[in-house]
């Protein structure tokens, strides 16, 4: 059944949270629900609409709590679940949905489902995993190569097979043709539906379902050519058969099914698919039974110009009908995209305030990662400091993911950035403590006080919430659209160059009053129009209203 704000995630902003990194109460040098909760003022102060938490359910940390053992538990680094149902009682008075991680593709090795399956060949739980014997000359059933590198299997000498594994092998792949396996999943959704929460993100949400007959990948032409950048073994392949396999839309009805018998509640995948990542996008947000929205990598990549951002919008606009997609730049997965997309001689704080311009004016929802919203750039840390398993393995041709996920910083003049009186986990650096919260606090020029003024004007105009998008030609690096939504028509003009550009208004607007929306932070629209012609500064923007 729906409620009265059943769609509130159409168009809606939000933030993610990554538990360990945001605040440390206890003085472990890790972050913990509580002081989630006493920072969430300052996270509603952005005018944001909902949190994503990041896991924080018992796990042994092999791969920073995406692996989890127990699912209907918090992990005592980050509390109680008590200290859960206070957080979300603390973020439903200041007005916030709150959505939380689920990791159901694979679980821990410890959890006690795959304790149960890998004992024997004949219990109870003996199928909710993917087991397969060896080849004849012991090898691994098939070539399927996991994302960390290396074959997707392990040899399990209790019950003498190999176990899948898409990511750490301490990660072991749940049996989603196991229908017990499905029906225990959801009881654990249900767990946190009744405590409450607003909705899910799910990770890896196409990893669900693998071939059942066990069939080879094939290669992937570009990958064996060495012009794909590979840096482990898993981009050398098309993954026809470990992923996105046709049966997960099955999973995702009954997933939907009981996501309705809870009033105003939704869900947002994490779709990794680096060739069909729009067509599956569109299949699992479509029909209005299956996601209310997904999330890609399309714009999460080192790619930064006009043409790379209209090219993923007009395929999504052309490949989902009915569905909804959700537009992120940077998350706990990904480089910060101000070190991504700051070019040479170019001023971050520049690239940071275009880039939530940018954000916030396309077609969709949006999620921001914690930092973001005070410029921080990637951390550079040494190999003694890494905490992530895929930086540990392969530095350093890879240097992990340890550099967006630094404690996030509040006072600048306290120790660790007011993060917490113990060691961090991970090093707070002296550039990101130069940019803490109580630095940019009232500060007009500030990349938060950006952040605050741009998503208040998102929140002002329906054209930027709910509008459709239509692009205008543009040469150069510069985009430009329109969003509409019933009377309102916004037109949103983009320079992502690194000089000044003119863009010349087409004759279907020459004629039109364009009245510039105004943003009290000095530079961050720094468009100015000109008789016929828009002036862009370097890496700057013109949003008005035409009518």
Not at 74 to 84: K, S
Not at 177 to 194: C, N
Not at 327 to 350: C, I, K, L, Q
Not at 357 to 367: E, H, K, N, Y
């Amino acid at each position: 059944m729906a409620g009265e704000n059943a769609e509130w995630w159409r168009g809606c902003v939000i933030y993610q949270i990554y538990p360990r990194s945001f605040q440390d109460t206890t003085g472990d040098g890790s972050g913990d629900l509580k002081g989630i909760t006493a920072r969430l003022a300052h996270v509603a102060s952005l005018g944001v609409d909902a949190v994503w938490l990041s896991p924080f359910f018992k796990s042994p940390m092999a791969d920073m709590g995406y692996d989890v053992s127990d699912y209907r538990d918090v992990d005592p680094m980050f509390g109680t679940l008590e200290d859960f149902d206070a957080l979300v009682a603390e973020a439903h008075r200041l007005g916030l949905k709150l959505i939380i991680d689920q990791v159901i593709s694979h679980s821990s090795d410890r959890h006690e489902w795959f304790v149960e399956s890998r004992a024997s060949r004949d219990n109870a739980k003996t199928d909710w995993y993917v087991w397969a014997d060896a080849k004849p000359d012991g090898s691994a059933p098939n070539n399927w190569q996991s994302l960390f590198g290396g074959p997707a299997w392990e040899w399990d000498a209790t019950r003498r097979q190999y176990y899948m594994h898409n990511f750490l092998a301490a990660q072991p792949d749940l049996n989603f043709h196991t229908p017990q396996v499905q029906d225990a999943v959801l009881d654990t959704v249900r767990f946190w539906l009744e405590r409450g929460v607003d909705g899910f993100r799910l990770d890896t949400v196409n990893y669900y379902v693998h071939d059942r007959w066990l069939r080879d990948n094939p290669p992937l032409a570009s990958s064996i050519a060495g012009t794909n950048g590979a840096t482990t073994t898993y981009a050398f392949q098309e993954h026809l058969f470990d992923k996105t396999r046709p049966e997960n839309l099955d999973f995702l009805k009954r997933f939907r099914a009981l996501l309705d018998e809870y009033p105003d509640r939704a869900a947002v995948g994490e779709v990794g698919d680096e060739e069909r990542s729009l067509q599956t996008l569109a299949a699992y947000t479509s029909g209005g039974d299956k996601l209310q929205m997904c999330y890609t990598f399309d714009l999460l990549g080192p790619r930064f110009s006009a043409a790379h951002v209209r090219g993923c919008v007009e395929a999504f606009e052309n490949a989902v009908a009915d569905g909804w997609v959700c537009w992120a730049f940077s998350n706990h997965d990904v480089m910060r995209h101000v070190s991504r997309w700051t070019r040479p001689g170019e001023y971050p704080d520049a690239v940071a305030k275009f880039s939530i311009a940018l954000l916030s004016c396309l077609r969709g929802s949006i999620c921001l990662y914690q930092g973001e919203e005070l410029g921080l750039e990637e951390a550079e840390l040494a190999y003694e400091d890494l905490r992530d398993p895929l930086g540990i393995r392969f530095w350093p041709g890879v240097k992990g993911r340890d550099g967006c996920r630094t404690p996030m910083v509040w006072e600048a003049g306290a120790e660790n950035g007011g993060f917490s009186t113990a060691k961090p986990w991970l090093p707070v650096p002296p550039s990101q403590r130069a940019r803490a919260v109580d630095v940019q606090n009232g500060e007009d020029g500030s990349v938060l006080a950006a952040y605050r003024s741009i998503l208040a004007l998102r929140k002002r105009h329906p054209a930027l919430v709910a509008g459709s998008i239509r692009f205008l030609e543009a040469e150069g690096d510069v985009l430009a659209f329109i969003r509409q939504h019933e009377d309102e028509k916004l037109l949103c003009v983009f320079n992502f160059a690194g000089e000044p550009a003119n863009w010349t208004l087409p004759a279907e607007i020459r004629d039109v009053e364009i009245t510039a929306l105004a943003v009290d932070v000095a530079g961050v629209l720094g468009g100015v129009l000109e008789e016929i012609a828009l002036a862009l500064p370097p890496v700057g923007c013109f949003v008005a209203r035409i009518g």
